[in-house]
């Protein structure tokens, strides 16, 4: 009787490196876009018009930002809904930074720096429910100007300055 073969083995480290890569891939695969814009120098978080056409209006359970820039990436403000409670989110009203809605903890938001790159993240589901989309992501930050107020640039997800979390200052604001 011939005894079967053996696979050949795999690098413990190899394989839980390779699960982790999936995983994320599949988990960002799942995020859309955010919005993020400008309303007198705050920056403020929306869904997109298309993402709203495609999917209805999601509702918000929490939002996060962190600072990128640094590693490990720190949670620099954000708020979480309290008792069941959700706001729905939507392309003509956005949540402006540092704002907190009634029925969220949360604490007061540090000033935003110029230079670093903040990421954030709207924790909120379509109506949907066959929609695997379970959040909403974008990144930005702050350039100095010469006068006035530092002004936004977001960094547009399919680009290297997203992949570096480097702040691209050429990029216009939005």
């Not at 990436?73 to 540092?98: A, H, Q, R, V």
Request: glycine share 6%; hydrophobic share 35%.
């Amino acid at each position: 009787m011939k005894s079967a073969q053996r696979p050949a083995s795999i690098n413990p480290t190899l394989f839980i490196l390779l699960a982790l890569s999936s995983m994320n891939g599949y988990a960002r695969s799942r995020m859309a876009d955010a919005e993020v814009t400008s309303i007198n120098g705050v920056p403020c978080f929306s869904i997109s018009k298309q993402e709203e056409r495609r999917n209805g209006q999601p509702f918000l359970g929490a939002l996060s930002v962190s600072d990128v820039t640094v590693k490990p990436t720190t949670e620099i403000w954000g708020f979480l809904m309290t008792d069941g409670k959700k706001i729905p989110l939507s392309s003509t009203n956005c949540i402006t930074y540092g704002n907190i809605p009634a029925h969220a903890d949360a604490v007061p938001a540090p000033e935003l720096k110029t230079g670093r790159v903040y990421e954030v993240f709207l924790n909120g589901r379509p109506a949907d429910p066959a929609d695997p989309t379970y959040g909403y992501v974008a990144k930005f930050c702050l350039v100095q100007q010469v006068s006035a107020k530092p002004r936004l640039v977001v960094i547009k997800s399919d680009t290297q300055a997203w992949m570096d979390d480097t702040c691209p200052a050429r990029n216009s604001s939005r």
